[in-house]
T-cell receptor, first 113, second 114 residues
Framework: KAGVTQTPRYLIKTRGQQVTLSCSPI?????VSWYQQTPGQGLQFLFE???????NKGNFPGRFSGRQFSNSRSEMNVSTLELGDSALYLC????????????FGPGTRLTVL | AQSVTQLGSHVSVSEGALVLLRCNYS??????LFWYVQYPNQGLQLLLK??????LVKGINGFEAEFKKSETSFHLTKPSAHMSDAAEYFC????????????FGEGTQLTVNP
């Protein structure tokens, strides 16, 4: 079974721009979560989508948004980029319900100049 | 709300020595606990998980962890370190109500010396 895939793997943007990251979950997984990883703040939960609905949201500004499509693929969008948005963005998928583990993708490394 | 504290941001061991990475959690409801490993430029890989069954959990690559409720701990151990174990390790907690939302510790960078 193919793992979680994320595209692109690397991105360079400038302040004020917007960016869209994509995540394809493992086949059959309907829950997709996004995390931000930075050296200063560590791993922080952004949001979770299940059946095209946002089910849970972390403590991030409204510039961070996401969506999920009917095939469970998910995108996250960051508008009006700031230098502090430079991070590794990780997507994870799981079989929803219970303590099922999440499977992580390789991440998208975003650099904001 | 849940939280995780990993004691020691850097741990260094010799090849063949015992690996002990410490994790303490805080949760007002029964927790689910996880250990993940991250190699450079990669995502997170699950090592093992505790979900209220056996308190001693065995994972991949010879790692295991013991859930101790009285100490609110979930320390990760491996009897004999291998060079390939060098990576960053994260302890994480979730609960029935938090769903997919994992709360991670700060991470512990493990160095294995020859």
């Amino acid at each position: 079974k193919a793992g979680v895939t994320q595209t692109p793997r690397y991105l360079i943007k400038t302040r004020g721009q917007q960016v869209t990251l994509s995540c394809s979950p493992i086949s059959g997984h309907r829950s997709v979560s996004w995390y931000q990883q930075t050296p200063g703040q560590g791993l922080q939960f952004l949001f979770e989508y299940f059946s095209e609905t946002q089910r849970n949201k972390g403590n991030f500004p409204g510039r961070f948004s996401g969506r999920q499509f009917s095939n469970s693929r998910s995108e996250m969008n960051v508008s009006t980029l700031e230098l502090g948005d430079s991070a590794l963005y990780l997507c994870a998928s799981r079989v929803a319900g219970g303590p099922n583990e999440q499977f992580f993708g390789p991440g998208t490394r975003l650099t904001v100049l | 709300a849940q939280s995780v504290t990993q004691l020691g941001s850097h741990v260094s061991v010799s090849e063949g020595a015992l690996v002990l990475l410490r994790c303490n959690y805080s949760s007002s409801v029964p927790p689910y606990l996880f250990w993940y490993v991250q190699y450079p430029n990669q995502g997170l890989q699950l090592l093992l998980k505790y979900t209220s069954a056996a308190t001693l959990v065995k994972g991949i690559n010879g790692f295991e962890a013991e859930f101790k409720k009285s100490e609110t701990s979930f320390h990760l151990t491996k009897p004999s370190a291998h060079m390939s174990d060098a990576a960053e390790y994260f302890c994480a907690v979730s609960t029935e109500t938090s769903g997919s939302r994992l709360t991670f510790g700060e991470g512990t960078q493990l160095t294995v010396n020859p």
